[in-house]
């Protein structure tokens, strides 16, 4: 894995052996996000809240981010986003919290804003519909905030149709057994366009 442009740009990072507890996201799937995302992030406050390896809040801060928080429930992955964050020189810039997502959305309440959210979940957990959920009801996004949701399954608010009514879908794409939901709140949008596909 690498960071692809930037500040850190070709700078690689570690990841955790398995997929169980940090699948990381693929290469391609990374760069389509990115391309989607690219004038939404010089600037913002982001959360990676399935931190992982660190990889999607590093991108977002070699390309400009103002700062990232990581959250993961696992003491080993946020040793190793730390440890990438040291080796891609994008440490000044990032938090790190050993947390179960839940808890951190609740203790968090009134005290972090953020404008960019990267929720990947390990698929078997299909936490998304709460992590989204949660997140809108504890006030952590600011006006305009945009959510990037990784999953293995296309439908990512499981049937719940007053949550999905909560959000405008910006951009969507699947790769194989990967989909990738761009969102924003429908408080948020406007008038805009029916959803779009990832080019």
Do not use: W
Request: proline share 4%.
């Amino acid at each position: 894995m690498r960071i692809i442009t930037g500040t850190a740009r070709g700078r690689r990072i570690e990841t955790l052996p398995g997929d169980d507890v940090t699948r990381p996201t693929a290469e391609r799937v990374k760069e389509a996000v990115f391309s989607a995302i690219q004038f939404d992030i010089e600037g913002r406050a982001v959360l990676d809240l399935f931190g992982g390896s660190g990889q999607l809040g590093l991108e977002a801060l070699s390309r400009g981010a103002a700062r990232a928080m990581f959250v993961d429930a696992s003491a080993d992955a946020v040793a190793l986003i730390r440890r990438n964050a040291e080796k891609t020189g994008l440490a000044e810039n990032a938090r790190y919290l050993i947390s179960d997502y839940r808890n951190y959305i609740r203790k968090a309440r009134g005290r972090d804003r953020f404008d960019l959210i990267f929720l990947d979940p390990p698929y078997a957990m299909h936490a998304l519909p709460d992590a989204l959920d949660r997140l809108l009801r504890g006030g952590l996004c600011n006006p305009g905030c945009i959510f990037v949701c990784e999953s293995g399954e296309p439908d990512i608010f499981t049937g719940q149709e007053e949550l999905a009514a909560a959000f405008h879908i910006r951009k969507y794409a699947r790769y194989t057994h990967t989909y990738i939901h761009i969102l924003t709140r429908k408080e948020d949008s406007g008038d805009e366009s029916d959803d779009q596909r990832l080019l």
